[in-house]
């Protein structure tokens, strides 16, 4: 998707910012819900959809959670506000195809991972954490990419 340019439209439009804007926090549960039930892509039977309607409704009230939901909505305006930093985006997801060489990290390492993630594998955590010294790993049981 990044690499060809497709999305690229979506992405810086005024209409996709404001769409955004308006709908996200009507969205949000629903997001998180289906975010959680891609557990079971990884480990079946990790979650069912009562229990992942049940967290997202506690996520929707949490201060924390209820902060990073209602700053959502303003990313879907970067795109319009700044259309360059599409480019920059696409710089940075560079970065992620760049191999780390764990044994020069030399700084303290805490990784929270979740078990059921589909975006980034779990080895590839307890990869990162055998590889860099004094690593230290949590993880989050059933947890998918957004934990």
């Excluded at 480990?43 to 009230?61: D, P, W």
């Excluded at 030399?106 to 594998?121: L, N, R, T």
Aim: proline residues 5%; contains cysteine; hydrophobic residues 40%.
């Amino acid at each position: 998707m990044f690499e060809d340019n497709e999305g690229r439209g979506a992405y810086s439009s005024p209409s996709m910012a404001r769409m955004g804007f308006n709908f996200m926090p009507k969205f949000a549960k629903g997001i998180i819900s289906a975010d959680l039930m891609t557990a079971n892509t990884i480990k079946k039977g990790s979650i069912t959809e009562q229990e992942a309607e049940e967290i997202a409704t506690k996520r929707l009230v949490d201060p924390y959670c209820a902060g990073v939901i209602g700053a959502l909505d303003t990313f879907a305006t970067f795109g319009a506000i700044y259309p360059e930093s599409w480019d920059t985006m696409l710089l940075d997801m560079q970065y992620y195809k760049t191999t780390i060489p764990f044994d020069q990290v030399k700084v303290p390492v805490f990784m929270i991972h979740g078990e059921c993630d589909a975006d980034i594998s779990y080895s590839q955590a307890e990869q990162a954490v055998k590889g860099i010294e004094g690593a230290i790993l949590i993880t989050q049981p059933r947890g998918t990419h957004s934990c």
